[in-house]
């Protein structure tokens, strides 16, 4: 079975700063996808990033974006410029690509607070 | 409108009472999802169902059971609730495609409390 840790529960910025997430995983499939949630304090779920694990390049959305490290199974997000909106909790989630078994597995989440 | 509609947003309820969550969405996907989150402990999945006749334990699926009434809809029943099923319950969905790794889209939540 997958397992994601994240291992840094809270964290807090200042606005405008960079910060990285941490979050690790362990697999022993090659192929499969990982993703990013944010949960801002209306408790919504949304898709912040999503890497495709035969990708080498790193995935980018805005500000946001990832440093993949396969080898060492390890998927962090950073955010750059953050800002007050940034504040949330965020997961990150491991999917297999074993057709009809694609089921999420989520860390335990980071609560991020950003610092007016 | 939300995509992922799920109600109701909010249930308090007493130990022993028959409790269903429901869940509809307007995205055509053929794939839905239960998960519970409970504080330091992420999401879990309860049950998922990846089309209407296809119905599947996920990892906490104990004191709870599902119906998938049409591809839209997806049901979430605690025949008879305990204190310890208070939690953040989201309805999730996704379609299968012709690819992989599709993101899963989720409702805003039901909060329950079980007094």
């Known amino acids: 079975a997958q397992t994601v840790t994240q291992s840094q529960p809270e964290m807090s910025v200042q606005e405008a700063e960079t910060v990285t997430l941490s979050c690790t995983y362990d697999t022993s499939e090659n192929n499969y996808y990982l993703f990013w949630y944010k949960q801002p304090p209306s408790r919504q779920m949304i898709l912040v990033i999503r890497q495709e694990a035969y990708k080498q390049q790193n995935a980018t959305e805005n500000r946001f974006s990832v440093n993949f490290q396969k080898a060492a199974k390890s998927f962090s997000l950073k955010i750059s410029d953050s800002q007050l909106g940034d504040t949330a909790m965020y997961f990150c989630?491991?999917?297999?690509?074993?057709?009809?078994?694609?089921?999420?597995?989520f860390g335990t989440g980071t609560r991020l607070t950003i610092i007016p | 409108d939300a995509d992922v509609t799920q109600t109701p947003r909010n249930r308090i309820t007493k130990t022993g009472k028959r409790i269903m969550l429901e869940c509809s969405q307007t995205?055509?996907?053929?794939?839905m999802y239960w998960y519970r989150q409970d504080p330091g402990l992420g999401l879990r999945l309860i049950y998922y169902?990846?089309?209407?006749?296809?119905?599947n334990k996920g990892e906490i699926s104990d004191g709870y059971s599902v119906s998938r009434q049409a591809q839209a809809k997806f049901s979430l029943s605690l025949e008879s609730a305990i204190p310890n099923q208070t939690a953040l319950y989201f309805c999730a969905t996704s379609d299968s495609g012709q690819a992989s790794g599709r993101p899963q889209h989720f409702g805003d939540g039901t909060r329950l409390s079980i007094l």
């Open positions: 169902s990846f089309d209407v006749k296809d119905i």
């Open positions: 989630a491991f999917m297999t690509t074993n057709f009809g078994n694609e089921k999420l597995t």
């Open positions: 995205k055509g996907h053929d794939r």
